[in-house]
Every structure is written in C-alpha cells, then in structure tokens.
C-alpha cells in the first residue's frame, strides 16, 4: 500500500445536465450521500436493485422528498434500460453514477450469486447502460463526468487484515477497464473500511469526485486517530509475499494438484514444466470429452485445412450439408482430444502422473463428485492451480448479460467449486492464474477485468486465513499460443505490449 495525501480540488464546472444516478446499497451512506451532493448543486436520482429493500436498515435517514427514487422489481435488464430510458426522457442526461456496492454479509458469500455479490451484475448492467450519457456528458472542456463505485472491504483495498467479502472487489476492474475505454469520464474506484460513519464516508467520496490527479484508478480510506482517515492506493509493484518460506519441501510425489483448465493451452504448459521439475500427481480438469477418434480423422495430420476437409467429406458421406458450424465441431472434438492423449502423455514422460476428468468446474457438486474415483486412486488434493478461462472481447456498451455470467462464473464460481470440492485444509498451495487486465483494465476485457481483480482479493483472503498454505495469483499479461489471436498478438505489439512465450511463462 502506498500512502496518499488528501486529493488537491479541481474547480470545474457541473455537466450541463447534473443529473448523478446513485445505487442505493441499502446503508445509512445513501440518504447522507445524496444530500451532500444536493447541496453541491447535483440532482440526485436513487436506483434501487431488485432485493436491496431487504437490506435497508431500518434506523437510516429517509431520503429528501424531492429526490427521485427508481426501484426495480426485477435484475432483467430489460426493466433497467426501459426505467432509464423513462428517466433521461424526464430529466435530461445523466452525467455522474456512482454505485454504492452493498456491504457482504458474510466472507463465505464466494459465489457470484450469493448475497452482496449479485449486485456485481447489476452494477456492470447499469455502467453498460449508461455509459453513452457519461461520455457525452464528459467531451466538454470545463466540466467533469464521473463513474465511481464504492465498496466497503477493508479500506485497505483488500490488503489489510480484516474479513471482507472479495467478489465485490471486481468493481475495480470495471472501473480501470473503463477508464480506459472512456477516456472523457472520471472512473475511479474506491473502498471505505465499514467502521467510517456514513457522513466520513460520503466526504471521503465527494473528495474524490474533485481530484485532478487521473492517474490514480483506486483508493482506500480507513480510520485514523479519533475521527481522521488515512488515504492509500496500490502501486504495480510486490505488495503482499504470497508465498510460504521453503515452499519446495512440501511439494513431493505425494503431491495431488487439481487444475481446471489444465488439459489445453498455457495451463497444460505450465503443468508439463511442473512435472519435470517435482514429478506429481495431477488431475486435470477439462470441459471436452475424450472419445474414441473418428474414423475420418484417423490418419489425417494435425493440418486444420486437411482434418476440415476430411471432417466435410464425412459429412457429405452421411447425407448432411457440411456447414461450417458442423465442420468446425467436428474438427474441434478431434483437436481437443489430441491435445489432451498428447498432454497427458508429456506428463507421464516427464515423470509426474496425469488424470483426465471432464467436468463443470463451476458446479462444486458436480465437480466434487466427478472427481472422487480419481482422488480415491491417487489421493487426496494437496495443491489447487485455477488456470480455466474465457474471454468475450467486447466493448463495455456492447457486453451482454450472458457474457458477464460466462467470463465471470469460469473464475469465480470456478475457484469457489475447486475449493470446496476439496478439503482446503490439507492445502499446500494455491496458484490462481489471474491478468494484468485486471490491474491495469484493458479495452474490451470489463468483464475478465471484474473476474481477475476478484481472483487476486480470494487469493489474499485465502492466504490471510490459511498463512501456511503457499497462495500465488499470477497476473499473467498475454502468452503467445493461449487466448492470443495473431490479430491480437499484433495489436499487443502496437501498444509496446510484451507477449510471453510458453517458454519463458
């Protein structure tokens, strides 16, 4: 953490629409916020997520009449374009959102749709719908749009030493991710310790609207002295030693890694090197099957030109119309399994043992009982590597609701299932591949962004109460051969972007 002095004051002007939509997380925060920015000349307007009324404390503060109040009966997104269409059509442009994220509950909320975390979805619906008016809103020379989202971890960003709920940290993401792809709208995130009272908290945020240093993208504030507040960020740099000293001695034949993700690609890579260097047990999850291969691709070489070829003259053979979709899945069953026989084949070259299982790594159930024969052969799991990923490379305007569940769900609720489909007490390590689009944010990547800025928090909380257990998450910048296209690959290159080799990853 790096210490921040109080924010200098940047005189600009309101948009020339003030109109600043405000989540409402059901905390005293929301009402105090709200007057506070009244007061500064805003014309607040609440949104209330569909569940938030059932965690309204009954003591807060109500409301000022005057101020507007949107409450969705639902989380479609449907209902929140119609509501804001309604409200722009009424009153103008929005030029401000800032989401008060509600406060989890309960640590052990870990799944994207337990608790606090469900509002994780809405608040992305709701910067994707809104994103238009901040942007408009921002292109004038002497006023400032803003997107800022609030949490209430530790106040320390997650790197202090208290309990908190780490899903909710993937706002973070969001916000650097939009940053980047909007340019004219102040986007920053920031994290209160739950102890500030809400009239502390909601300075803290007012602040924070009127600082002209943009380089900043996150911020903590906790209590300091009587009824001060200490102000910090994080720097690109070692900020917490994950790891456990003479983590090598508890890495040993015995050793059983359970890795999602790890039959294909870089995470296969990565396993293979791990089997030289300390030969092991592994058990590598996969959503592919492995079956018997066609009798049309037998024979035929790796050339994706020639298996298509053979894939479309099997399929003409059958009586069907080769479509490209139908010859595309034939092509990719093959491939998929001969990725797999040829990784688990290195492995078992190298020394190490290698299981193949094909299983939902979202579902713990599913998961835990996919698993068991196996586990009962070799033993029980000692070291977790979370490497499964997806992308859905879109602008923010652009995602869809079942992008956000399928990029999200493969990370979240996938370490959530690995962790309890295992007993993490016999843990020795956890290696989570998470990406540098999550610190930094990247265009196109809102959502990879939100999932991997939550992986590195589950990493610190996981390593905060199990100290014995070795916990690295690897924020990983783009590997050549993994979900690098060459169009990809090429405009990494024009931004001065490294990509990794699989060597050298």
Not at 30 to 51: D, H, N, T, Y
Not at 91 to 115: M, Q, V
Not at 172 to 192: H, M, N, Q, Y
Request: proline share 5%.
């Amino acid at each position: 953490m790096v210490p921040l002095a109080p924010p200098d004051v940047l005189h600009a002007e309101l948009p020339e629409n003030p109109l600043c939509l405000i989540t409402d997380d059901g905390s005293s925060l929301a009402p105090v916020l709200a007057k506070a920015l009244s007061e500064q000349g805003w014309s607040p307007v609440i949104l209330r997520f569909s569940g938030i009324s059932e965690l309204v404390k009954k003591k807060r503060k109500p409301f000022a009449k005057e101020i507007p109040l949107i409450e969705l009966s639902s989380s479609a997104e449907s209902e929140l374009e119609t509501s804001l269409k309604s409200l722009t059509e009424k009153r103008g442009n929005i030029g401000g959102f800032i989401h008060l994220h509600p406060a989890s509950s309960a640590p052990a909320e870990s799944k994207l749709e337990d608790g606090a975390n469900a509002f994780l979805k809405q608040a992305f619906l709701t910067a994707k719908n809104v994103c238009t008016f901040l942007n408009e809103a921002g292109k004038s020379d002497s006023s400032r749009s803003h997107f800022v989202t609030v949490t209430r971890l530790d106040g320390e960003l997650g790197m202090g030493s208290g309990q908190f709920g780490a899903v909710g940290s993937g706002l973070s993401g969001l916000i650097k991710t939009a940053g980047v792809e909007w340019p004219d709208v102040f986007c920053r995130f920031v994290d209160l310790q739950p102890e500030l009272t809400a009239d502390t908290a909601a300075s803290c945020i007012l602040q924070e609207l009127l600082d002209p240093d943009l380089r900043i993208k996150e911020v903590g504030y906790s209590g300091s002295g009587k009824s001060g507040t200490r102000r910090m960020t994080v720097q690109p740099k070692i900020i917490r030693d994950l790891t456990t000293k003479n983590s090598s001695k508890s890495l040993t034949k015995k050793s059983v890694f359970l890795v999602s993700g790890g039959a294909r690609g870089v995470t296969a890579e990565c396993v293979a090197k791990l089997a030289q260097t300390q030969p092991c047990s592994f058990i590598l999850l996969g959503r592919s099957t492995i079956e018997d291969e066609p009798e049309w691709a037998k024979g035929v070489d790796e050339d994706k030109t020639k298996l298509k070829q053979a894939a479309m003259k099997s399929l003409v053979d059958s009586g069907e119309k080769p479509t490209p979709a139908k010859v595309n899945q034939l092509v990719g069953k093959v491939e998929a399994g001969r990725d797999i026989r040829k990784n688990l084949e290195r492995i078992s070259n190298a020394g190490g043992n290698a299981e193949y299982v094909s299983a939902d790594v979202t579902d713990a159930k599913k998961l835990k009982t996919a698993i068991a024969p196996v586990v009962k052969k070799i033993g029980p799991v000692t070291g977790i590597i979370h490497g499964a990923g997806v992308l859905a490379d879109k602008l923010i305007e652009k995602k869809t609701s079942d992008d956000f569940d399928t990029v999200c769900s493969t990370k979240i609720n996938g370490i959530d299932a690995l962790l309890k489909s295992i007993n993490p007490k016999k843990l020795t390590h956890l290696l989570l591949f998470s990406s540098a689009a999550g610190f930094y944010g990247n265009a196109g990547q809102s959502d990879y962004a939100v999932a991997n800025e939550a992986l590195n928090r589950i990493a610190l909380l996981f390593k905060q109460n199990n100290p014995k257990c070795h916990v690295t998450s690897f924020n990983w910048g783009p590997w050549e051969g993994g979900m690098v296209t060459p169009e990809l690959k090429s405009l990494f290159e024009e931004r001065n972007v490294e990509v990794i080799s699989v060597e050298d990853g």
